[in-house]
């Protein structure tokens, strides 16, 4: 792994308050202590939130009126690799939500994604 692709990982990792590898680094030190990283993180998210919003409409409403909205998209974006195309954002997105504990909301996810996207589109 190139240097430059290890400070990469490192800056994610940041930005998705996942643990850093290499945390004697003096560069990501002061990333981690910066306010700006904090500012970052927000941007991240509202940009995820506004995406599945637009797409994901029923759950997105479900979610809300549950109160869990933001800290699901903020859950998923933590623990997931995301892409930066609304479609497969929002796929993994439901994908992620139709095991959820709340037989409701996974119920809805695993409708909205199959009226999205389709079953045809998942098979292998």
Sequence with gaps: MSEL???QRALLALLKQRPVADCNDPRLKR???SREL???REIALWWRRF????VCRS???????LGRF????????AANATSP???DLADGFLEYLSGDENADVA????????????VEARIP
């Design 70 to 77: 933001h800290a699901e998209v903020a859950a998923y974006f």
């Design 107 to 118: 119920s809805l996810a695993s409708l909205e994604r199959d009226a999205l996207f389709g």
């Design 59 to 65: 759950t997105s409403r479900l979610l809300k009126k």
């Design 51 to 54: 995406q599945i919003e637009a």
């Design 5 to 7: 692709e290890r400070r």
């Design 38 to 40: 904090e500012m970052l």
């Design 85 to 87: 195309f609304i479609e």
């Design 31 to 33: 990333v981690a202590a």
